[in-house]
């Protein structure tokens, strides 16, 4: 467990931590599309969100990517506006490891479906990800991938991010 900044610990609240494939997110400069990906997921207890990890599986351009955390209408997919954000340069190096977006302290309510976003204008990196293979949906929330031609973009069930979510009850 780390300790934040007023002194109490996080600790992880949900963890999706195998990856059998990636997503791509940010902007190829060869192309004028952005791309977009994103997780939902229902907040399985109380307490403050202070940090998201993401499993960065390859870094193709270095630059800074933007997280933003949502609360999320599953029933009309829709995003409420940002509840957090978080900016991250991420380099060459970040490549096949944890990334840590730090949030400034979110409240988060018990089985209230949440979720964040990722965006990039200048970086192209590979997020882990994992499809199930069992034809078992994940059973926390959706992946979301979307661009700058249909910012709506589309969920799965049956695919998920490598995040971790660490919250300070």
Known sequence: MKTNKTGSYSRPVLTQSQTN????????QADPTDHFGGQTFRCPSEGTLDNIQLFSSAVQYPG???????????????????IGSSGLVISKSDYDRWIRFDLTPVPLEK?????????????LIALGEAASGAKQPFPFGHEWKADS????????SYFSLAFKIEMCA
Do not use: M
């Open 111 to 123: 089985d209230v479906v949440y979720g964040f976003r990722l965006q990039s204008e200048n970086a």
């Open 21 to 28: 494939a990636t997503l791509w997110i940010g902007h190829l």
């Open 64 to 82: 800074e990517v933007t997280l933003t955390v949502h609360e999320f209408d599953p029933k009309t997919k829709t995003w409420g506006v940002a």
């Open 149 to 156: 031609k249909n910012e709506r973009g589309h969920y799965f």
